[in-house]
């Protein structure tokens, strides 16, 4: 059974934001059961976990012999050895892969530098104005997405790895406002967290950090 490794505390009081959901929600559209491994932070530095995922994060995804320590190539591990997250139309496939690969290197970054910026430089002088510039280049690539959904349920011919990589990197704007600015984004995520494997993979990390609380 894979073993996925994950945060021992919730640094986001158990919004599910952190990125092992994202293989949490794979491993349940997929079916396949899993076990979770709890790290705390200064585990997460140490030489057992280093071998796990050189940098000192999680996930770590752990099956037999094989570790993986990226979200995408685990996501992509998990949809390649299942059916259902990605088509078996050579065509349809190659543009799945396309849209997680999107995900993660054009839309993501600058939502992660949005939370940079909030984390770390909310005392500095330069604050609102670099929060600003950061916001108005996370729009422009909403709107390009905007765009290319138009009205479409789902990015290609169905729901893939493509678009949980995509809805679930746009979930970490909860609460900004700026997913509300495109209607269509926001009922893009909408439908993607209402599946029931989402649902599960949610309430199974929810279960888990409500456990660990009252410990």
Not at 29 to 37: A, I, K, N, T, W
Not at 79 to 84: D, E, F, I, K, L
Request: hydrophobic residues 45%.
């Amino acid at each position: 059974m894979p073993i996925v490794t994950i945060f021992e505390r919730s640094p986001d009081e158990g919004k599910g934001l952190a990125r092992d959901m994202r293989v949490r929600w794979a491993l349940e559209e997929v079916g396949q059961p899993y076990d979770v491994r709890p790290v705390s932070f200064a585990a997460m530095k140490e030489p057992a976990h280093r071998v796990l995922h050189p940098f000192g994060q999680i996930p770590t995804y752990e099956e037999g012999d094989l570790t993986l320590f990226e979200t995408g190539a685990i996501v992509f591990h998990i949809a390649s050895r299942h059916a259902c997250l990605l088509p078996e139309d050579v065509n349809a496939r190659a543009r799945a892969i396309n849209w997680m690969f999107a995900a993660l290197n054009t839309i993501e970054p600058t939502i992660v530098e949005r939370e940079v910026v909030l984390y770390l430089e909310r005392e500095e002088s330069w604050f609102k104005k670099r929060l600003a510039l950061v916001e108005d280049r996370i729009r422009v690539k909403l709107a390009d997405l905007s765009r290319r959904l138009g009205d479409a349920e789902w990015l290609d011919v169905g729901f893939s790895a493509g678009d949980l990589m995509t809805a679930d990197v746009l979930r970490r704007l909860g609460g900004s406002g700026l997913l509300e600015e495109f209607s269509n984004l926001a009922a893009f995520v909408a439908r993607a967290e209402a599946r029931p494997a989402f649902t599960r993979a949610f309430e199974a990390l929810r279960t888990f950090f409500n456990e660990s609380d009252a410990v």
